[in-house]
Nanobody, 117 residues
Framework: VQLVESGGGLVQPGGSLRLSCTAS???????LNWYRQPPGKERELVAG???????NYADSVRGRFTISRDNAQNTVYLQMNSLIPEDTAVYYC?????????????WGQGTQVTVSL
């Protein structure tokens, strides 16, 4: 599947943003994740949601970010609240799925989130 992110932008500390990632096909059986890459740092897992609906979060965002999915819209969301400057990064959507026992990984193009006054 191909993934397209949207919703990034510039926001003040304490503000909120909602990122969206829409897939080109059905996401019913796909595990979906949000990663981010801060300037000069490695890419890191932010949150994940399995096909079953179970979720996991990085310690740094737990309680502030919420990942959710709408299978009917083939879309996964990342609601980000109480943003801090350390959340500044390029955010990437990631899909992991299996087809004929072969594991596939897809990435979106990324969307910039900047938290600053």
């Amino acid at each position: 599947v191909q993934l397209v992110e949207s919703g990034g932008g510039l926001v003040q500390p304490g503000g909120s943003l909602r990122l969206s990632c829409t897939a080109s096909g059905s996401i019913d059986s796909i595990n979906l994740n949000w990663y981010r890459q801060p300037p000069g740092k490695e890419r890191e897992l932010v949150a994940g949601i399995r096909a079953t609906g179970s979720t996991n979060y990085a310690d740094s965002v737990r309680g502030r970010f919420t990942i959710s999915r709408d299978n009917a819209q083939n879309t996964v969301y990342l609601q980000m609240n109480s943003l801090i400057p350390e959340d500044t990064a390029v955010y990437y959507c990631n899909a992991v799925y299996y087809y004929n026992l072969v594991r596939y990984v897809s990435w979106g193009q990324g969307t910039q989130v900047t938290v600053s006054l």
